[in-house]
Every structure is written in structure tokens, then in C-alpha cells.
């Protein structure tokens, strides 16, 4: 079984970046859109960027400016750079992949990477 495997999280002042980094432990094919959702204490899964394949983005409106979503296709890799963080950016981030194959559509979640920003 394929699993998304993150690193890159941790504790960070405010006004400081983070990189988060997603990849796969084994091949995936059919990837279409890879993103990053978080999730607060208390609060739903949200959707923080996501990519398409031919390099589309989407952002939640509030790291719009700050975050920064890319993919390596040839890798399927993911990554997220977080710039100017926040106390709100508190969370734990999960990468995404979403795509199809000739028996249907796919998901892949990964295990999650607290990123924590305080003073």
C-alpha cells in the first residue's frame, strides 16, 4: 500500500517560513490534483493550495501572498512554502493526491505534519 509521506513541520516565530515536502513511498500514476489541507484544534479540515498537473493553482484567501504551492511531476512531489507565518497557521497539514485510473478515481491522505507558530 502506497503511503503520502510528509516532512518539513515544526515550531516557528511568527514571521518566519516553513517548507512542507509530500512524497510518495512507492509509484502512483494517474495523479491529477495535489494539495495541502490543514486542520486546527476544534475546527474543520480546510483546503490550504492546491496544483493541477499543468501547474494551476487555488488558494484559501487567507495565505494568498504568503504561501507558495509547487509539484515535481517527474517525482510526484509536493511541496508547500510558507512564508510570513502566522499564530492562525497553527495546524496540522495533510497533503492530497487526487487522480483517476481505468477502475476509477483515487485519494491518497498523508499521515499529517504538525506546524506549530508561536513566540
Known amino acids: 500500500q502506497v503511503q503520502l509521506v510528509e516532512s518539513g513541520g515544526g515550531l516557528v516565530q511568527p514571521g518566519g517560513s516553513l517548507r512542507l515536502a509530500c512524497a510518495p513511498s512507492g509509484n502512483i500514476f494517474g495523479i491529477s490534483v495535489m494539495g495541502w489541507y490543514r486542520q486546527a484544534p476544534g475546527k474543520q479540515r480546510e483546503l490550504v493550495a492546491d496544483?493541477?498537473?499543468?501547474?494551476?493553482?487555488n488558494y484559501e484567501d487567507s495565505v494568498k501572498g504568503r504561501f507558495t504551492i509547487s509539484r515535481d511531476n517527474a517525482k510526484n512531489t509536493l511541496f508547500l512554502q510558507m512564508d510570513s507565518l502566522k499564530p492562525e497557521d497553527t495546524a496540522v497539514y495533510y497533503c492530497n493526491f487526487k487522480g483517476r485510473r481505468l477502475i476509477g478515481r483515487f485519494e491518497y491522505w498523508g499521515q499529517g505534519t504538525q506546524v506549530t507558530v508561536s513566540s
Open positions: 496544483i493541477s498537473t499543468t501547474g494551476n493553482t
